[in-house]
């Protein structure tokens, strides 16, 4: 598609620039006419698909079933739970005319469904024996985003969103928990990202929720990309909606509710988190192709070698695709590099002569000279490879760019000087959380649970509550 | 949930309240408090994913990739193109406003995609080299209709729509009848639709295209149902967008479009042929769960014979439950009826003392009682047996209720007395087909092109250029 593999601004440089360049270079996504919205081109929704299929298939594992809610929410409808409304209404998209006609009550696009699901639960709970009620939705929400950026923040966002019901708290704490848990792994084992996952502060939680667990990645250049939440909500929508069901008791109560989501986003994180000044790194478990054939040159013979390993390699279902352009292959391998394709396999006339082929492993940029014999065992191996070497690669790095303040005065210059996350205490009062934000614009991340807490709160001084990360984010 | 099977009303007696009422009791959908918009349930939304899982295949072996382009269009980009924008400007949804703010410019919801599509292509297409372009979506559009029906009109419909670019007209010609073939091959061989497939008239076709190709269902009751269409452009949103390419002959040119595209409607279609009194009939091919075992008693061996069942099918590729409730067998047996799962097996303890069970296929409601061993290969060849018996009787009914007019006379009497298609002659004079609407409310479905065109037109008496079915219409 006309498209030229020219130079890539160094993200040590500039990160943003860096970062738009590789979207765009990559055919990731294109800009479109329409303020905000981005378009995803094939190459980029094929990641979509593939994170779709493999959470999909986790969802459906864990008992969960898709449904499909209306795009559209009455604003009488958003105004049911007070908390709720207020986090959103401001950012939300007003339809106000159907055709020539003036609507008697305008509805906002959705800019998540909790409402929309509540007002349908509403119906079908009746008994203990309708729950749980395990529901997903992958759809299209909007935001209405001032400063937007492809797959980071966007007025449209692609996602999905898991709504549930509980007969109990503990069920429904438990569901909360165990989504995470499947994020957190699909992030970890797929995605290659060493996320952070921990539980909000208060002033960070989703709107109307009681508990909000968030999974924090750490890009390149220390900023947090907040990847993925799952919230408990108690009670509290199903009180405002008037949801109630008979129990084994034999009483009417209300049922425990969770919701949790993930986004495109996701994929912004992998281009952040892997990706060099060659362009994109995709991690094998969630690449389109795992690795592209190149031919070299146009004999006979180096095509129908590179066409059999092409093939060989599809059949052991490992996805992969040959570049038969007439481009040079200086500008392939460029190309092949830009895209992040995890293998490049060069397939040349002089190596064929010695029955060998190079196999080029896009992470480290490592040539490696193997016996066509044995290229499936080892495009195999090095996949295997280049997974874990991505995922400790990135946990390296993030764990380089992580500092601990003891103090306000730490704190301080850790915050004007260093990119990364801020490792402190904290006495759980939102005055500390909001005199941070203000001195240095940086907010909370996540609570961190598996540390003692033991000392002074890093802003108040008073005994700390809590152990907590700060940072910038996306 | 909740579920109680109780009676649906007999599909001779009302057809609508017997749609109505199998759409509810079945599960597969539930209205919203948003006017016009449904929620499609899990049940529903299963048939929708297999459905999708099915096309999008097909979609990807003929070489077209997904893409996600905006879901709003300012209204300065509807208005390119003149034919279009009077085509869908009265039904579209309008955002005014952003949050609080009003929009410079407002943007409706996408009724379809082609100027989405065009505005892109223009960025995107340089030379022959970048051509054919073969995309696909499959996302969720607005169109502000005034009545609406479950799956059959709806103001917010899942779809999918392909577009195409093509280096010549050859080229986008042969692309447009290719995919209404892969939707012909669908819907007759998945769906089991006897479509009749042809060519709309200039009257009937499609905002802003050349020509337009029809499936067209005929439903239990007479009515069709268009089911998919498929639409050649010429050149006419390339001009209108300024789309030029360098062509082999090193002269920029206009490239030829196409588009396609299917609903959820085909699960409409469905319900509406293949339904009967009891609720629900899925052909197998397309159903989400091909078997449902239900266990009569609670005997221990009984269970677990039936479990084993359950097992054996789903270890064959034979998508199948098991009903563990605590209902009645009579109750089991009519939710199965009503939910149209193709069969039904039935594990009793008087059967399985002499080694059988019990299959109830859901199309004749035929009881069958097979040896155990057996059940594998009978529930497999019973599944074909169905699939083609749902196909071979809709068509029966289809081909009964077609009836031909050879005068003005004749098409009144049928008109006004008969339910079904209308075959007759036809000058090609859009005034005829105005008559024909003004008189009787009925529309052209297609043209008919393998049947020889012989007499006077049904309507002016002039000689006729075509063969033609009229009908009314969902």
Chains 1, 2 share one sequence.
């Not at 990309?225 to 199903?238: C, E, K, P, V």
């Not at 016996?371 to 390296?396: F, G, H, P, T």
Request: aromatic share 10%; glycine share 6%; hydrophobic share 35%.
């Amino acid at each position: 598609m006309a498209n030229e593999v020219k130079e890539i601004t160094s993200r040590d440089v500039d990160f943003a620039k860096w970062y738009t360049d590789v979207v765009k270079k990559a055919d990731l996504v294109d800009y479109s006419s329409v303020k905000g919205s981005m378009i995803i081109r094939p190459y980029g929704y094929a990641i979509w698909e593939n994170i779709q299929k493999i959470l999909d298939e986790e969802f459906k594992k864990t008992g969960h079933e898709n449904v499909q809610m209306p795009m559209f929410i009455p604003e009488s409808l958003l105004n049911v739970e007070k908390e709720h409304v207020q986090g959103f209404a401001p950012e939300v998209a007003w339809v106000t005319h159907g055709g020539s006609e003036k609507l008697e009550e305008r509805m906002c696009v959705r800019p998540t469904s909790e409402v929309l699901f509540c007002d349908h639960f509403k119906k079908i709970i009746k008994s203990y024996r309708d729950l749980p009620i395990l529901y997903n939705q992958w759809c299209t929400i909007v935001r209405w985003e001032k400063t937007t950026r492809p797959f980071l923040r966007s007025r449209e966002i692609l996602w999905q969103e898991g709504h549930t019901m509980h007969a109990t708290e503990e069920d429904a704490r438990n569901e909360t928990l165990r989504m995470l848990k499947v994020y957190e792994d699909f992030q970890r084992n797929i995605l290659a990202l060493p996320v952070i996952v921990g539980k909000k502060t208060d002033k960070e939680k989703f709107a109307g929720a009681l508990e909000s667990y968030t999974l924090e990645a750490m890009m390149y250049d220390g900023v947090a990309l907040q990847n993925g939440t799952s919230h408990y909500f108690g009670n509290g929508f199903a009180k405002a909606f008037g949801i109630e069901f008979l129990n084994k008791e034999n009483k009417m109560v209300n049922p425990y509710q969770t919701s949790w989501g993930t986004t495109t986003r996701m994929i912004g994180a992998i281009i952040m988190t892997h990706g060099d000044d060659n362009g994109l790194v995709l991690p094998p478990n969630i690449a389109p192709f795992k690795t592209i054939v190149i031919p070299i040159g146009k004999d006979e013979k180096v095509l129908q070698k590179a066409d059999e390993i092409k093939n060989l390699l599809i059949d052991n279902n490992i996805s992969s695709k040959i570049d038969l352009t007439d481009k040079t292959p200086g500008f392939k391998f460029a190309e092949a590099e830009v895209k992040g394709y995890p293998i490049r396999v060069e397939v040349g006339p002089r190596d064929l002569a010695n029955d060998l082929v190079t196999l080029v492993r896009r992470d480290t940029l490592e040539k490696i000279q193997v016996k066509i014999e044995d290229v499936l065992m080892e495009v195999s191996n090095l996949l295997v490879d280049i997974q874990r070497n991505l995922y400790d690669r990135a946990l390296k790095r993030r764990d380089s760019m992580i500092y601990e303040a003891h103090n306000y005065e730490e704190f301080t210059d850790i915050a004007n000087n260093k990119s990364g996350f801020i490792k402190t205490n904290w006495c759980g009062d939102v005055a500390c959380e909001n005199k941070i934000k203000d001195d240095f614009g940086i907010k909370s991340r996540c609570l961190i649970e598996d540390e003692e807490v033991n000392g002074p709160c890093v802003c108040c001084g008073i005994e700390a509550r809590y152990r907590i990360y700060f940072g910038r984010q996306y």
